[in-house]
């Protein structure tokens, strides 16, 4: 039976490829996205862009919110927990939430552990930077993967620099010769059988989408380009001028990432997407990605 | 990428799967493993040369409205009303329904009354065996992932199963659907019988052809 849950989180994953996943605030946030064909919704108080702004310690949000969020659209709803924290993760399962991100978004609740995902009925999606740390969540339990990127930045060079990083050892891995393997599980601290898993079947066990830094339909199309199942985008819809169309220009460019014609379509007058942020302006300890284990 | 004009190079049926989200990749294989080619219906252009169309699972309120944004949406009812063999599962099940109970249908093409998400949320999902006999005498794997029922066919529609007191798969002439997903397991046996319904048809139309010409 837990087996089949592990399985039936994997397959809802499965559900949501070549969709966008946003983030929102409010119902009223929520019912756009669910408009613009949004495949699923990130219920939070605050976007990146504002927790980076504000400061302070981030958490899980308000119950009500969420319930609102969950009141408003069909689609799944998702929402976070900060790392290593249970009870928030365990709160999340028992307001029925369709999927947990345990975020280095918010701040981190524990230094050194990431949450025993095994142990939840409800399926959890968590960021990785290279394949090392993807393999390392999936071990915990993680059913769907992302890449950190930079979340907040609408800067998207980080997530492509993890999206990249983590096809190539992928594709690093599939050539090694089977007595390779245990000493690349041993370096990277992953779990044997998935390094295995991987170098057989060239790609990760669990559906893997990109985050942090997407911020115009051309960012989400180049994500998919390098291999990229799906698209979350946090900051970058709400913090455009206009939320409704880039939502919508996003959803499409999307679908069609190998279309470029449609794309150069979608993306005409959209106003100013969010300013975004220099990555070489920020200190490492400004870095969101940093965050985990 | 495949396209429908290369449909007669060995003769095997062609069979789209609309791809504009959710789980394409797997019926992809899944149609492999039968032995058909396959395209992926991304724009109405796409749908020319189809012997058949797997609407998959994935989000039915995003796939219904990408189907209008990008104009697939009249030119794939007009094909399904004139005899194209669909295959619907889960949000493609939705998609067929004349009636979804609290929304406005999307291609109403189906006699049936859908409840969308009507096992609850993420945590509901489940697996069962059962046996289908439409299908094969042995005993099938079924997964339902948020999935919807059927209330009730009408019509012309009929049950095809019935799983713990609701309706789980319904055919109607050209249309199949299942609210579970074959399509994330290893069994082919639906997808199998989906093909028969495909060559059935080819057959069918090589037949009126044949009549014309005469």
């Known amino acids: 039976m837990a087996n089949d849950r592990n399985k039936l989180n994997k397959n809802l994953a499965q559900m949501l490829k070549g969709g966008v996943i946003m983030d929102v605030t409010t119902p009223a946030e929520a019912e756009i996205a669910q408009e613009a064909g949004a495949v699923a919704v990130m219920a939070l108080e605050r976007v990146p862009a504002d927790i980076r702004r504000d400061g302070g310690v981030a958490r899980m949000s308000d119950p009500r919110m969420i319930k609102g969020i969950q009141a408003a659209v069909t689609i799944p709803v998702m929402a976070k927990a900060r790392i290593g924290h249970i009870v928030e993760a365990r709160v999340l399962e028992a307001l029925g939430i369709d999927y947990i991100d345990e975020s280095e978004v918010l701040t981190p609740a524990d230094d050194a552990y990431h949450i025993n995902k095994h142990e939840f009925s409800v399926p959890f999606v968590c960021g990785a930077r290279d394949l090392g740390e993807a393999l390392r969540r999936i071990g915990e339990g993680a059913s769907m993967i992302r890449t950190k990127g930079e979340a907040g930045t609408g800067n998207v060079v980080e997530a492509v620099r993890h999206m990249r990083r983590m096809m190539s050892e992928i594709r690093l891995l599939a050539n090694k010769p089977a007595e390779e393997l245990m000493s690349y599980a041993k370096e990277t601290g992953s779990p044997y059988d998935l390094v295995k898993f991987v170098a057989k079947n060239k790609k990760l066990p669990v559906v893997n989408f990109a985050a942090g830094g997407v911020a115009t339909p051309a960012d989400a199309a180049l994500m998919m380009t390098l291999g990229a199942e799906g698209v979350f985008v946090g900051s970058g819809i709400f913090k455009s001028s206009d939320p409704k169309k880039t939502a919508r220009a996003i959803v499409l460019a999307t679908a069609h990432y190998n279309d470029p014609k449609l794309i150069a379509e979608v993306s005409e007058d959209l106003g100013s997407p969010m300013r975004g942020i220099e990555l070489g302006t920020l200190s490492e300890g400004e870095k969101l990605a940093n965050r985990g284990w | ?214």
Request: proline share 5%; hydrophobic share 45%; with cysteine.
């Open chain 2, 1 to 214: 990428m495949p396209t429908a004009a290369g449909k007669t190079e060995n003769g095997k049926p062609v069979v789209g799967i609309l791809a504009l989200q959710g789980s394409v990749a797997e019926h992809e294989r899944a149609l492999k493993r039968v032995g058909v080619n396959t395209v992926r219906v991304l724009k109405a252009e796409h749908l020319d040369g189809l012997d058949g169309i797997i609407l998959p699972g994935g989000e039915s309120t995003t796939i219904g409205k990408l189907l209008k944004l990008f104009d697939i949406f009249e030119p794939l009812k007009v094909k399904i009303e004139s005899g194209l063999p669909v295959f619907g599962t889960c949000a493609g099940l939705i998609l067929l329904a004349k009636e979804i109970e609290g929304e406005q249908p999307h291609l109403a093409a189906m006699d049936i009354r859908v409840r969308r998400n009507a096992y609850g949320r993420q945590i509901d999902s489940f697996c069962s065996r059962a046996v289908i006999p439409e299908f094969s005498g042995a005993p099938l794997e079924l997964v339902f992932i948020r999935a919807p029922w059927i209330e009730k066919v009408f019509g012309k529609a009929r049950v095809v199963a019935e799983i713990d007191g609701h309706i789980a798969a319904a055919r109607q002439d050209n249309m199949l659907v299942t609210s579970f997903h074959p399509e994330l397991t290893s069994d082919i046996t639906v997808h199998q019988y989906f093909t028969d319904m495909v060559k059935a048809r080819m057959k069918d139309m090589r037949g009126k052809d044949a009549e014309t010409e005469a």
